[in-house]
């Protein structure tokens, strides 16, 4: 059973560009939520997607956006990249049906360099 | 302000030895959750604690709630270089994790 999946692995970007990230969540999980890492730090929550839409939001600016498809596959968006969103992108998923403690699966995350 | 505080930031130590690090807020929760990242992973949820005082063991990871439900330790009987990661704690709110900026322990041969 793959867990979470997320791709590109790595990638370079100029400063300026915009960045598309892609999740699949694991088998069984509707609910996907996307973090930034960056390093040396603890993961900060972006925002959270369930029935392909946005149900909860960080404290991160609109140059951040996403997107959930109907098969709970998911995308973050980043627009006119800054050196400061050079980091380790997280994606998360579970369940939409669990008890409130229920821990969530991540991926191994897409390392975003900006140039 | 973190709302979480672990410490120490950095721990280094030798296979064998012991270790325990810890979480820590000003804030009531209703749980916890503990969690290891390894370099190049994502986290890895360990354990989740929810009652005051509890104490959940996980092979040589003992993971303890305080009574207060405001802090929390993960202690490490015999590390092992297995046992090298970022550890985590974390606050599910309504959904959205709060985590706190990790305790990196490196366990050497």
């Known amino acids: 059973d793959a867990g979470v999946t997320q791709s590109p692995t790595h990638l370079i970007k100029t400063r300026g560009q915009q960045v598309t990230l892609r999740c699949s969540p694991k088998s069984g999980h509707d609910t996907v939520s996307w973090y930034q890492q960056a390093l040396g730090q603890g993961p900060q929550f972006i925002f959270q997607?369930?029935?392909?839409?946005?149900?909860q939001r960080g404290n991160f600016p609109d140059r951040f956006s996403g997107h959930q498809f109907p098969n709970y596959s998911s995308e973050l968006n980043v627009n006119a990249l800054l050196l400061g969103d050079s980091a380790l992108y997280l994606c998360?998923?579970?369940?939409?049906?669990?008890?409130?403690?229920?821990?969530?699966?991540f991926g191994s995350g897409t390392r975003l360099t900006v140039v | 302000t973190q709302l979480l505080e672990q410490s120490p930031q950095f721990l280094s130590i030798q296979e064998g030895e012991n270790l325990t690090v810890y979480c820590n807020s000003s804030?009531?929760?209703?749980?916890l959750q503990w969690y290891r990242q390894e370099p190049g992973e994502g986290p890895v949820l360990l354990v989740t604690?929810?009652?005051?005082?509890e104490v959940k063991k996980l092979k040589r990871l003992t993971f303890q709630f305080g009574d207060a439900r405001k802090d929390s330790s993960l202690h490490i009987t015999a590390a092992q270089t297995g046992d090298t990661g970022l550890y985590l704690c974390a606050r599910d709110s309504w959904g959205k994790l709060q985590f706190g900026a990790g305790t990196q322990v490196v366990v050497t041969p």
């Open positions: 998360a998923s579970r369940p939409s049906q669990t008890r409130t403690n229920y821990g969530y699966t």
């Open positions: 997607y369930y029935e392909e839409e946005e149900r």
């Open positions: 604690v929810v009652t005051g005082g």
């Open positions: 804030s009531v929760f209703s749980s």
